[in-house]
């Protein structure tokens, strides 16, 4: 079956604009995770999503970024007025819902700030 | 605060031997803990994943040990191959079905 999907996989804007990447998850599964990998590190958490309960926003790292998420379904994280220092890849993962489920991650977006 | 490390950034081994990817956690509550292999372009692909409750676990060609006496983890993939150099890490998972919490990596390269 389809993995995460996210888009677009690479996006170069100016440092001030606004940015919006998408993530489809799995289906079925109804936890997803948005996280930030720099070059060369290991995986920074951002946002996690379950059901209809308030999102885990505690990895976000300032209120420029923000994040949505349609029922079960698409989620989008927006940074605003981006940085040079927001340089990274994001990537996004899902995994059901039960205790001690693997989350599985799509290939990322690559974002580079100008 | 809070982390998951590794032993060895790099490490390099003839195609044919046994790869040994260590890993120290700082979580003593931490109740699952997964392997991943990140290969260039790409995103975090599961290789295997261990609950607590267990100090080892075998899948294919690779088996993932536990020691929550030292709190370490390791990875030990037999008969490695070329198609088997990546970035390995490992994470944990200090609340059920929350974040993970991830190393730094282990880049792995295999030599013909």
Redesign the interface.
Known sequence: GAG?SQSPSNKVTEKGKDVELRCDPISGHT?L?W?RQRLG?????LI?F?GNSAP?K??LPSDRFSAERTGESVSTLTIQRTQQEDSAVY?C?S?L????????????TRLSIL | GESVGLHLPTLSVQEGDNSIINCAYSNSASDYFIWYKQESGKGPQFIIDIRSNMDKRQGQRVTVLLNKTVKHLSLQIAATQPGDSAVYFCAENPAAGGKLIFGQGTELSVKP
Do not use: K
């Not at chain 1, 590190?41 to 958490?45: R, S």
């Not at chain 1, 819902?97 to 990322?108: K, T």
């Open positions: 995460v936890a995770y996280y590190q290991g995986l920074e958490f996690y379950q885990d505690s990895g990537l993962a995994s819902y039960r205790s001690n489920q693997p989350q599985h991650f799509g290939d990322g």
